[in-house]
């Protein structure tokens, strides 16, 4: 008996200990992931993951869809700062944001980052308006005048390894630099990812055909036309989002109070293509955002008919025509046509 009350709180423990491995996204209120757009910049919907092989065979033709991902880290990163800086008078608000960009220049000098690996990006320089009451006996105006001069710029900053951007942020706010627009993700051998991705996919369409050549079905024999498409997908636009909570019920015999909820926090995460969309993933274990490069082959065979069919284009015989002349005294002379 003893050990059968083991054996339970065994398995019971097991079972809280995989439920506490999902993860708090699965206490969220919306489930679905989002992605953000490259062409409108805005949050939607990623569709339902399809089945990756798409294999139809009909009379005349056997098509094939193939689809390959590849996960590939970055080799360079950008990150982009904004600043703003305001001030009564245009150059003290220059001279108050150079001071903040020095002092972060200095810093990121420390972390091994140079002059020419830091870009300024102007965005505007602009006077600041306020309102001046101006009263009269029976009404009153509101006069805008110039009360300073506001000062925004962007400061770019490229490195290579990745685990600098934790110190960078750190010199950032050490020099009241607090607005982290972006990082950017730049992946120096394009071509040659493709180049991975169409051999993985050459070396799946020979398995294939061995495959049905093995059931009987010869795909040599067949004509192929082929079309392929490819696509990349940033860390940026992969993050989802989700409110992590549980809500008790009401009581039963509460049922005209309302609940005034409260504010719960979100957060973000980071959310890779989900596999089973593909056939093969090359890389497929990451443990921090990478580029996703995916590529999709569609190979088509279509029989051969000459061949299947050999009398289908047979060449008919040409009958040669020839003219005669009937002569008067009723015989026949054989006219040369074809002489010029």
Do not use: C
């Not at 094939?64 to 080799?75: R, V």
Request: no cysteine; hydrophobic share 35%.
């Amino acid at each position: 008996m003893r050990n059968i009350i083991i054996f339970f709180l065994l398995l019971f423990t097991s079972s809280m200990s995989f439920g506490q491995a999902q993860g708090n996204s699965r206490h969220s209120n919306d489930n679905n992931a989002y992605r953000r757009n490259p062409q409108t910049q805005k949050w939607e919907k990623v569709p339902v993951t399809k089945p990756a092989s798409a294999v139809r065979n009909n009379n005349q033709s056997v098509s094939l869809n193939l689809k390959i991902l590849l996960n590939q880290e970055a080799d360079t990163y950008v990150a982009i700062f904004h600043l703003s800086q305001v001030g009564a008078r245009a150059g003290q608000a220059d001279s108050l944001m150079n001071d903040r960009i020095n002092g972060f220049k200095s810093k990121l000098a420390q972390l091994g980052i140079s002059d020419e690996a830091i870009f300024m990006d102007v965005l505007s320089f602009v006077p600041v308006y306020e309102y001046q009451v101006q009263r009269k006996l029976f009404s009153k105006k509101y006069l805008e005048i110039p009360k300073g001069f506001e000062l925004k710029k962007n400061i770019h900053i490229k490195f290579k390894n990745e685990k600098v951007l934790d110190r960078i942020m750190t010199a950032a706010a050490q020099n009241e630099i607090y607005d982290f627009v972006r990082l950017n993700y730049f992946v120096e051998d394009v071509e040659g990812a493709y180049k991975k991705m169409r051999a993985k996919a050459l070396e799946l369409i020979k398995g294939r055909e061995t495959y049905y050549r093995q059931l009987g079905v010869e795909l040599d024999t067949l004509y192929r036309t082929i079309s392929e498409g490819h696509s990349l997908a940033y860390p940026y636009e992969s993050y989802s989002s989700y409110e992590a909570y549980t809500s008790n019920n009401l009581l039963n015999d509460v049922k005209a109070g309302k609940v005034r909820k409260a504010n719960k926090a979100t957060t973000v995460y980071y959310k890779p293509m989900d596999y089973r969309a593909f056939d093969a993933v090359i890389n497929p274990v990451i443990f921090k955002p990478v580029v996703q490069f995916s590529y999709n082959l569609h190979v088509n065979y279509e029989r051969n008919k000459s061949k299947s069919n050999p009398n289908r284009y047979k060449v008919k015989k040409q009958i040669e025509k020839q003219f005669y002349l009937i002569k008067p005294d009723g015989n026949l002379q054989l006219l040369d046509v074809n002489r010029q």
